[in-house]
């Protein structure tokens, strides 16, 4: 349906349960919003306080060194060692991010009325998550000191496309083997819904294999959609929240700012920029083992023990880049807000929409400026209305 009358305005799909965009601006929301915002900043910087200070003791008065000298005694064979110093070490940052963790995204989510799941619901996720991502951590740090150890002069550069390597294919299986752990899937049949998306799809020159409804509601009031995978695995996800309190021009508008990322080939260049990121990165890696080797008890560049630092570094030299990558990143999210506004049937719903998301996730529309430039990889909301609304009452060409 192309038609810009009010009536190809959908009902959400619960008869009409919409809060107003407006509410969005009351004062009162918007105190709330910029609460609960710093508070889950607050205690995320905690909580990277306590880890980077507790790796820094650990390494600096010889714990890391002891800890690998004491699994060496026992244990020869490399992989071996790296995986029993792991042990302890992952199972100690797992217990300050757990505990930290059940403040920001249950209670204080609790507090401030966005989290819908129970206790046991919650800790069961943190197990899954855990097995899940001390899996991959594993994986890449078993990979990380391999490398080290069979190319210490080269080990960065081999380091850099192996995780570049890696990041695209875990974004490939992602929706297929990680996702369903945590979220329902139940594919959407729905004519109306699947043919404006498929249409969008087809605008963007990309192909979906299917629309599916993620059942978001039973663990948060958020909303969101997705448009997620490669080939035979993209399809596009909808949150029921968002079923449930958006009209379809709104949804269609959201999803047409994903498929922009598509048109205009987003992604592949964020990818170019994540590998850029991955040779700074390893590249100031391997300066800094290449002046501490031997120091603290480092027995080379391939020591595990060298971990904590290698952590440290990174935190480090991630901080120093972090400003720039968003910057690109936020341009291309106004380059895909631009074409949403070209592409959806009703581009005025796109302000609307932004409206309702702030609403729903509770949003800061309009934080400081410099933790936007240093911290955001999108614009603020308010600075996304104010660019669609900027677009939207530009005269038409040959108007």
Same mark, same amino acid.
């Given at each position: 349906?192309?038609?810009?009358?009010?009536?190809?305005?959908?009902?959400?799909?619960?008869?009409?349960?919409?809060?107003?965009?407006?509410?969005?601006?009351?004062?009162?929301?918007?105190?709330?919003?910029?609460?609960?915002?710093?508070?889950?900043?607050?205690?995320?910087?905690?909580?990277?306080?306590v880890?980077?200070?507790?790796?820094?003791?650990?390494?600096f008065?010889?714990?890391?060194? &002891?800890?690998r000298?004491?699994?060496?005694?026992?244990?020869?064979?490399?992989? %071996?060692?790296?995986? !029993?110093?792991?042990?302890?070490?992952?199972?100690?940052?797992?217990?300050?991010?757990?505990?930290?963790?059940?403040?920001?995204?249950?209670?204080?989510?609790r507090?401030?009325?966005?989290?819908?799941?129970? *206790?046991?619901?919650? @800790?069961?996720?943190?197990?899954?998550?855990?097995?899940?991502?001390? !899996?991959?951590?594993? @994986?890449?740090?078993?990979?990380?000191?391999?490398?080290?150890?069979?190319?210490?002069?080269?080990?960065?550069?081999?380091?850099?496309?192996?995780?570049s #390597?890696?990041?695209? %294919?875990?974004?490939?299986l992602?929706?297929?083997?990680?996702?369903?752990?945590?979220f329902? #899937?139940?594919q959407?049949?729905?004519?109306?819904?699947?043919?404006?998306?498929?249409?969008?799809?087809?605008?963007?020159?990309?192909?979906?294999?299917?629309?599916y409804?993620?059942?978001?509601?039973?663990?948060?009031r958020?909303?969101?959609?997705?448009?997620?995978?490669?080939?035979?695995?993209?399809?596009?996800?909808?949150? +029921?929240?968002?079923?449930?309190?958006?009209?379809? +021009?709104?949804?269609?508008?959201?999803? &047409?700012?994903?498929? @922009?990322?598509?048109?205009?080939?987003?992604?592949?260049?964020?990818?170019?920029?994540?590998?850029?990121?991955?040779?700074?990165?390893f590249?100031?890696?391997?300066? %800094?083992? +290449?002046?501490?080797?031997?120091?603290?008890?480092?027995?080379?560049?391939?020591?595990?023990?060298?971990?904590?630092?290698?952590?440290?570094?990174?935190?480090?030299?991630?901080?120093?880049?972090?400003?720039?990558?968003?910057?690109?990143?936020?341009?291309?999210?106004?380059?895909?807000?631009?074409?949403? !506004?070209? *592409?959806? =049937?009703?581009?005025? &719903?796109?302000?609307?929409?932004l409206?309702?998301?702030?609403?729903l996730?509770l949003?800061?529309?309009?934080?400081?400026?410099l933790?936007?430039?240093? #911290?955001?990889?999108?614009?603020?909301?308010?600075?996304?209305?104010?660019? *669609?609304?900027?677009?939207?009452?530009?005269? =038409?060409?040959?108007g």
């Amino acid at each position: 349906m192309n038609s810009t009358t009010e009536e190809s305005v959908e009902a959400p799909r619960d008869g009409g349960n919409v809060p107003t965009a407006p509410a969005s601006d009351t004062p009162s929301l918007a105190r709330r919003s910029k609460r609960y915002q710093r508070r889950k900043m607050a205690l995320g910087a905690a909580e990277w306080a306590v880890e980077m200070t507790a790796l820094g003791a650990f390494f600096f008065s010889g714990g890391s060194a &002891a800890l690998r000298e004491a699994v060496s005694r026992v244990f020869s064979a490399p992989p %071996v060692v790296v995986l !029993l110093y792991l042990i302890p070490v992952g199972a100690a940052l797992g217990a300050i991010s757990t505990v930290f963790g059940a403040v920001r995204t249950f209670w204080l989510d609790r507090q401030f009325g966005m989290s819908t799941q129970t *206790a046991w619901s919650w @800790a069961g996720d943190e197990v899954k998550a855990w097995l899940v991502g001390g !899996l991959l951590w594993l @994986a890449a740090i078993e990979t990380l000191y391999a490398l080290l150890r069979r190319f210490p002069d080269t080990w960065w550069l081999w380091a850099s496309v192996a995780f570049s #390597f890696f990041f695209v %294919v875990l974004a490939h299986l992602a929706p297929i083997l990680i996702f369903p752990l945590f979220f329902r #899937f139940t594919q959407i049949s729905d004519p109306e819904i699947t043919g404006r998306l498929e249409r969008l799809a087809a605008k963007a020159g990309r192909r979906i294999r299917g629309v599916y409804e993620v059942n978001l509601s039973r663990k948060t009031r958020a909303a969101n959609a997705a448009l997620v995978g490669f080939g035979r695995t993209r399809r596009i996800l909808l949150a +029921d929240n968002l079923l449930d309190n958006f009209t379809l +021009d709104e949804i269609e508008a959201v999803l &047409a700012h994903e498929f @922009a990322h598509h048109a205009h080939r987003h992604l592949p260049k964020a990818a170019l920029i994540q590998t850029a990121t991955f040779f700074l990165l390893f590249g100031g890696l391997h300066l %800094v083992l +290449d002046k501490t080797s031997g120091q603290w008890g480092l027995r080379g560049i391939g020591d595990v023990a060298n971990l904590p630092l290698l952590v440290l570094a990174a935190t480090v030299i991630g901080l120093a880049v972090l400003p720039a990558t968003n910057a690109i990143l936020r341009s291309y999210e106004r380059a895909a807000d631009a074409y949403a !506004l070209r *592409a959806a =049937a009703r581009p005025e &719903a796109l302000c609307s929409a932004l409206e309702r998301l702030a609403l729903l996730n509770l949003a800061d529309k309009s934080p400081h400026p410099l933790i936007e430039w240093i #911290f955001y990889s999108h614009p603020s909301i308010s600075r996304r209305v104010e660019q *669609a609304r900027r677009i939207l009452q530009r005269p =038409a060409k040959g108007g």
